[in-house]
Structures are given as structure tokens and as C-alpha cells.
Nanobody, 125 residues
Framework: QVQLVQSGGGLVQAGGSLRLSCVAYMRTFGSYAMGWFRQAPGKEREFVAAITWSSGRTYYGDSVKGRFTVSRDNAKNTVYLQMNSLQPEDTAVYYC??????????????????WGQGTLVTVSE
């Protein structure tokens, strides 16, 4: 079984920064990559970023490129999402998720097997 436990998030003013964390608890290591998604009220869940455990290769959604950075600490089984220059449109519930397979891209929600509990990020004007 896999359990993903998220932390971080909260309320921040526009232009500010936040960092999210996601710890992966696994009995056997069955994850090739970790992704971050977000879902704003009334909208579909959107790809934000992903990173592979082995090489650390990263992937970003167009709306966050240059502002968000995904990283991982393999020793801690933890993935981070550093969010800078936050804007009100970044307000959403953010989720981490694990993908068990090696792929060319990690943008598709259906690729992910286990999900964190979600954490709310609110960016005020």
C-alpha cells in the first residue's frame, strides 16, 4: 500500500511564496515519478508539475513554468513544490500523486495511481 501525506499550503498574498511537501510511505517502492496537480472550484484537476525519482527530470504545466519548482529528496521519500510569484489564479487545492511507470510525459491525471489528501492554497489580491 502507498500513503501520500501532504503538508504546507495556506493563505498568502499575491506575489508571495509557499512550499508544499508530500511524503510517500510505501511498503515496496512502486513509484517512478511524482506529480502535482491542482483543482480550483468549479474547474477540472490540472497538471502542475512532476519529477522522476531516479533522474530528477522535471515537467511543468504551462501556467506555472518559471514560477514553480518541483524537487525531491530520495532519502526522505519526499517531493516538494516551491511556488513563487503566486497569483490569485493559483488558488486551488493541490494534490500530489504517484505514477508507477516510466513514461515520456507525466501530464495526464489517469496515469497516477495514488493520491495525497490535498492541501488548500489561497492567494489573496
Amino acid at each position: 500500500q502507498v500513503q501520500l501525506v501532504q503538508s504546507g499550503g495556506g493563505l498568502v498574498q499575491a506575489g508571495g511564496s509557499l512550499r508544499l511537501s508530500c511524503v510517500a510511505y510505501m511498503r515496496t517502492f512502486g513509484s517512478y515519478a511524482m506529480g502535482w496537480f491542482r483543482q480550483a472550484p468549479g474547474k477540472e484537476r490540472e497538471f502542475v508539475a512532476a519529477i522522476t525519482w531516479s533522474s530528477g527530470r522535471t515537467y511543468y504545466g504551462d501556467s506555472v513554468k518559471g514560477r514553480f519548482t518541483v524537487s525531491r529528496d530520495n532519502a526522505k521519500n519526499t517531493v516538494y513544490l516551491q511556488m513563487n510569484s503566486l497569483q490569485p489564479e493559483d488558488t486551488a487545492v493541490y494534490y500530489c500523486a504517484t505514477d508507477p511507470l516510466e513514461r515520456e510525459t507525466y501530464h495526464h491525471i489517469t496515469q497516477y495511481e495514488y493520491w495525497g489528501q490535498g492541501t488548500l492554497v489561497t492567494v489573496s489580491e
